[in-house]
């Protein structure tokens, strides 16, 4: 599943990078004067992009409906565990 994964998201990114290709190519060059992009400088522009807004692969709507589900089904005490965890991990311990 992993594989199936890896292999998904990188086809994804081939073609959003064509696509985002093609769209500067057809409009940037005209309107402003500056150079076309090459397939490999839209790839690097689409990894920018994705790393400047958080990495939402894909829109984010299935991680984000599937712990919507877990969270309203949790009890209040199961929701404080879940915050300490995070705490735990993610935050700065003062």
């Not at 500067?24 to 790839?43: E, H």
């Not at 309203?72 to 404080?80: A, I, L, N, P």
């Amino acid at each position: 599943m992993a594989l199936k994964f890896i292999t998904g998201l990188v086809l994804y990114f081939m073609v959003i990078a064509w696509v985002i290709m093609k769209i500067w190519n057809g409009l940037v060059p005209g309107i402003t004067g500056w150079q076309m992009l090459s397939y490999y400088q839209a790839l690097v522009l689409l990894v920018l992009v994705r790393l400047m807004t958080g990495l939402k692969i894909m829109g984010g709507g299935y991680m984000k409906n599937h712990f919507k589900q877990r969270w309203t089904g949790m009890s209040e005490e199961e929701r404080e565990a879940m915050r300490e965890k995070f705490r735990a991990k993610w935050c700065n311990k003062q």
